[in-house]
């Protein structure tokens, strides 16, 4: 809480953005709605003050959020190579530009005490009105408040920021020493000095009968330093009618002398001047408005703080905000001396310094929208890169793990960049974070960017040497206490892919499998040694050797998997599959054993998962063509069940499929989508954009963004955020990287060799 003056208390807030251009018009309205509803909360004892501080913010810093170390290893190129990336996609942009947005509001009390406690509980009305419309918001204490004024004063300097409220009993300071530059110059009238700044303030003239609502964002979009301010009284509802009523009976009268002077000229007496009929009808429209409409009166000031460090400068700033005012038929005027005041103004205390208003009503406030698209662009941690936001060409910087659940899909038609886009976040991972990276790969893209990694690839066919054991399991497997009980899912799940039938399992034969499983891993568990670990023929003998004729049935599809010509996955695992990044090419399997290779991989990923987190480590899983997994009732049953897991036990899987219709078919489709926070849409066909725009959501115009769109184009599902997105690596920059991720075929062959 700030004092102001003697009687007058001020709090702050700080709000985010959410995404309002590109929603469904439906949404739209429901937002503008809310919005309505969120001004007329505010009655005539509250002052309420909106800040829109756009500032240079040094690229130093987000250079350094971007910036990898290099490390003694063999992979310096590479990072050298992906960091140049990364800065010149970052130099693209206007991230050196912070734009925060805040609302102050303030009222009269008589002692601080009555201000602290209405000034909270309006503080915690706020809040929960900009929580229905989404909106994250902040309270900032007097530290932050101060810093935020410092800000101001400093605009674009490189003054840090030092503050203590314990050092002001021993300084005799106050806290405006801390913020305030050393001088100020009122002297001209339109023009003032703020340090080596010059700066000028300006209020807008709302001449246009009827705005748009990207008035306001036209005017934040701007990328120079500014401060936009709009100060917002609420006139008691009682007393806007008495005026207005008023002011029609003048009007009234005005338009009897008007007759009664047509009649003694002989005119026509129904012929009134134009601008009396236009006030009339208008003030009788207001009045309607007011009384039946559920619209409030209230007195808007909107001015604009520009600073330079020249006076040319200063007025080609200013001169670009009197262009997109003019778009909109309106005018920016300077204020004649009376810079101080609009400079003081312009800070969010809630005081108006600057008597010049609009009397408007609560939709015309309204439509001054202050919500765009939000910028996601998270600095530290292990935040990563996914292309340029398609509306401002700032970066997209996000960490995953934020998420309330991280795990993710990646659908695109061919050619659309999906593998690519996954292959530059495996990159990312791998050089950024302490990540174990496993890949389940059915075309065999993957394998030069591993190799170059130094990473394992675990080539599975009827022919090779290099074996994984569907059956390996580790102590860790489930949360539950009897690590089979999972286990026996994914049994039933590789049962249910080999036995086949349209119907699946039947219930006998899941239960003749279960027992089979309990059976088979009872040596291991009481004395679990990796020559103790059964194998698939260890299953089909179990089987065997039970009554049922059901476990006879299931025996039988068993054998040509355990001693037929498909008996690859009939073995101990052979490989390193320990290394922190495994690739799994399973694309000579071929039609008939490639389900049952992903299946298998998908656990082998689960028993590095389990392991890894008693060692506190992530786990990252890319999945592609991941639609077959979905195909039958069982197999999809055992993935979304292992979706689920995932998260909670620290893997992050990713899914990626350019059969997007296939994975939309299936019935459990929803409940991938349900937890998965993390949507990486390329281009998608006629029909999978229909289908995806009624399940997630998409408006026209964010669907817009994946129709026809290029390579490395799309949306960014990223929470709730929804963001276009423009991911175009640039391939000169970074040669050796962008040889062993493109799998265009006419650049593999070259670049494979070069990567070697």
Known sequence: MCRINDNYYSKTSEFQDINYQLAQNEDKEAIFENWCEFLNYFDSSIHFQFTFFNTAAGADGFENSIHIEPQRDDFNSIRSEYAEMLKIQLSKGNNGLVKTKYLTFGIEADNPKLAKHRLERIENDIRLNFKRMGVATNALNGQERLKLMHGIFHMDGDERFAFDWNWLPPSGLSTKDFIALSGFEFREGRTFRMGKKYGAVSFLQIIAPKLKDRILVEFLDLENSAVVSMHVQSIDQTAAIRNIKRKITDLDKMKIESQKQAVRSGYDMDILPSDLAIYGAVAKDLLQDLQNRNERMFQLTFTILNTADTKQQLENA??????????????????????????????PLGLNQVEIHH?????????????????????????????????????????RKLLKNPNGLILGTPGSGKSFSAKREIVNVFLVTK????????????????????GQVVRISPTSNQHINPMDINLNYSEDENPLSLKSDFILSLCELIVGGKDGLQPVEKTVIDRAVRNVYRGYLADPRPENMPILGDLYTELMSMDEKEAKRIASALELYVSGSLNVFNHRTNVNIHNRLVCYDIKDLGKQLKKLGMLIVQDQVWNRV?????????????????????????TAAYTVEIWKRFRKWGGIPTGLTQNVKDLLKSNEIENIFENSDFLYLLNQGSGDREILAHKLGISPDQLSYIKNSGEGEGLLFYGNAILPFIDRFPKDIAPELYSIMTTKPNEVKRDYTTAE
């Open 435 to 454: 990540d174990d990276i496993m890949i389940c790969d059915p075309e065999s893209e993957y394998a030069p960017l591993v190799q170059r990694l130094l």
């Open 318 to 347: 200013v001169f670009a905000v009197q262009g997109i005012a003019q778009q909109n038929n309106c005018q920016i005027v300077r204020l004649d001396y009376q810079q101080e005041e609009g400079l003081m103004s312009s800070l």
């Open 610 to 634: 389990t392991a890894n987190r008693i060692k506190g480590k992530s786990t990252r899983y890319y999945i592609d063509e991941m639609h077959l997994l979905l195909k039958e009732e069982q």
């Open 359 to 399: 009397g408007l009503t609560t939709s015309s406030v309204a439509v001054f929208v202050p919500f765009t698209t939000q910028e996601l662009f998270q600095m530290g941690g292990e935040a990563l890169y996914y292309g340029l936001n398609a509306l401002s060409n700032n970066m997209i910087f996000v960490d």
